[in-house]
């Protein structure tokens, strides 16, 4: 079985919406455009709690929730349109790693790597 499915079966019953019967490819291409959401979420996170409340609007629970599910979702457009550009990288690099045969340590060294 490999590692994507793997996670995927973990978490619970599909939560990224891969497509049954979906490739490894694809399912790696949903996989790092998700871990790209989740780094811009953070990031945007991090952007808010920079910026001085105003006192326009209380801060109250609800308020706090939306701002979380609005960079979540803000997050998760960027990553599937065009993203930063982690996303790709992640998935070019996985997509590598999986077609070329696996590096032991002892092997890497042995081949000056």
Known sequence: MDPVTLSSR???ANPLGIPPGASTEEKLKVVSQEFEAIL???LL???RSTV????WM???LG???YEQVMDEELA?????TRGVGIGEMLYRELSRAIQSPAVT?????SEGR
Do not use: C, N, Q, W
């Open 45 to 47: 996170k991090s952007m």
């Open 105 to 109: 340590p002892s092997k890497a060294l």
């Open 76 to 80: 998760r457009k960027i990553a599937r």
């Open 52 to 55: 001085p409340d105003s006192g």
């Open 40 to 42: 811009l979420t953070y």
């Open 10 to 12: 973990s978490v619970g």
């Open 63 to 65: 308020r706090e929730l």
């Open 58 to 60: 209380k801060r109250s």
